[in-house]
């Protein structure tokens, strides 16, 4: 079994910063791909960033140069600095990781971003 964790979601004022973290714990001792993705009310599930097991980022349009994923391969953990936070960003934040061996992604079960105007 498979635990995925996310933490460091809450609410911010537009402008502001939050540090998202994730964590992969249990039966998975080879991770590929990592990624952050984001759910807004009303809306399908968008890509956010990405960090390969090379560490290899991609980054969705509306966050280049705002938002900084990374990784803790020793933890199995991944991070998404969020700086200059604007109301579009409100959503709920999922983590994403592939197992490398077997290819399956798991889920967490997601962290409320909420950015105030």
């Known amino acids: 079994q498979v635990h995925v964790v996310e933490s460091g979601g809450g609410l911010v004022q537009a402008g502001g910063s939050l540090t998202l973290s994730c964590t992969a714990s249990?039966?998975?001792?080879?991770?590929?791909?990592m990624g952050w993705y984001r759910q807004a009310p009303g809306k399908q599930r968008e890509v956010v960033a990405t960090?390969?097991?090379?560490?290899?980022?991609n980054y969705a349009d509306s966050v280049k140069g705002r938002f900084t994923i990374s990784r803790d391969n020793a933890k199995t953990t991944v991070y998404l600095q969020m700086n200059l936070l604007k109301p579009e960003d409100t959503a709920v934040y999922y983590c994403n990781v592939e197992d490398y061996r077997t290819e399956y992604d798991y889920w967490g079960q997601g962290t409320q971003v909420t950015v105030s105007s």
């Open positions: 249990g039966d998975i001792f080879d991770i590929n791909t």
């Open positions: 960090i390969s097991r090379g560490g290899r980022t």
